[in-house]
């Protein structure tokens, strides 16, 4: 399994392109991914998509949430572009 590096904006692309109103429920899809989460700390990322790339946003308490974040993303888009914008405090 290939992992993003923990930069400030980790992108992860693939290469399927979807219709313009499959991005809006794909980050539909995301969002409730998220909200239904164990990690209580992944409910409040925020889900965005701009120009057919879907973007996390917020703040988490370490890379192994960002990196989750991510991975529970990757799992309901499949391919797609995802830009991993989650800060994390040093």
Do not use: W
Request: glycine residues 4%; aromatic residues 6%; neutral net charge.
């Amino acid at each position: 399994m290939l992992l993003a590096p923990f930069t400030e904006r980790a992108t992860v692309a693939c290469h399927t392109p979807a219709r313009d109103g499959d991005h809006v429920l794909l980050a539909v899809d995301v969002s409730n991914a998220l909200q239904t989460s164990y990690y209580s700390a992944l409910r409040v990322i925020r889900v965005s998509v701009r120009d057919g790339t879907l973007f996390l946003e917020g703040r988490v308490s370490s890379f192994h949430l960002k990196q989750l974040a991510q991975e529970a993303a990757k799992r309901v888009l499949g391919n797609a572009t995802i830009v991993n914008e989650l800060d994390v405090p040093s």
